[in-house]
């Protein structure tokens, strides 16, 4: 499964979570640090969801980007 994440900086590291599965979260000391940590905490995640008998989240958030010509 392919889900989104978002990642969010902060004033001494960086903060990341995934709007489809709800408390899993993690952080790092640069974007890719706390993208692979990320990566760590879901699939300990989805794997207690597994040993619980709990569904899986379905991705289905959706990610773009607005560009917004500067005003001159």
């Not at 760590?40 to 980007?65: C, F, I, N, W």
């Amino acid at each position: 499964m392919r889900y989104s994440i978002v990642i969010e900086k902060g004033e001494r590291n960086y903060s990341a979570y995934l709007p489809d599965v709800p408390g899993c979260i993690a952080t790092g000391s640069t974007p890719e640090a706390t993208v692979k940590n990320l990566a760590k905490a879901l699939e300990m995640h989805l794997e207690g969801l597994r040993e619980d008998g709990l569904p899986m989240p379905e991705p289905s958030t959706q990610v773009d980007y607005i560009t917004l010509e500067e005003a001159g």
